[in-house]
């Protein structure tokens, strides 16, 4: 239902503000464009994750399995973007490691003026630091955890 009430709101702003477009004067057209600052206030990790706020200790909640999703989400992004340089995210991040990493962020690790993405990496990357050692920790794992393909003969 307030999904429902949001798109709403959305659609009507949309609206509001193309019909704004066609009623603007050639030289309100031609006004440059704000930066982000003069915007108004830049959407934060609690922006984001709303709904997470709620996750229960029920795994199976809408909420949480939401809040899964964009956590292992957002680390198989990294990876794919090779920020493990600065980010490493674990070997294995199965749901209920997604679940409790959230929870130390929600409960109080993050701001809520982090950007959005900012604050998902550094909470991220609080839960699971990246160094060399690490790294070389991380590569092992992988190798051991990766089905061996067997050597053909010829």
Known sequence: M??????????????ASAQDEVTASPTEQ???????DQKGRAYNINDLVYDCIK??????????????????GTASTLAV?????????????????ARNMFRRWAHGHKSNEDPAVAGIIASLQE??????????AREAAVKAVSPKQPEKKK
């Open 2 to 15: 307030r999904l429902l009430l949001t798109l709403m709101i959305l659609l009507f702003a949309l609206n």
């Open 30 to 36: 031609a006004a440059p464009e704000k930066s982000p």
């Open 55 to 72: 996750c229960s200790s029920d795994e199976k909640s809408d909420e949480c399995i939401y809040c899964n999703g964009l956590i292992t």
């Open 81 to 97: 973007f090779e920020m493990g340089k600065s980010f490493c995210p674990p070997v294995n991040m199965d749901t209920k490691l």
């Open 127 to 136: 839960s699971f630091p990246c160094d060399k050692k690490s790294l070389g």
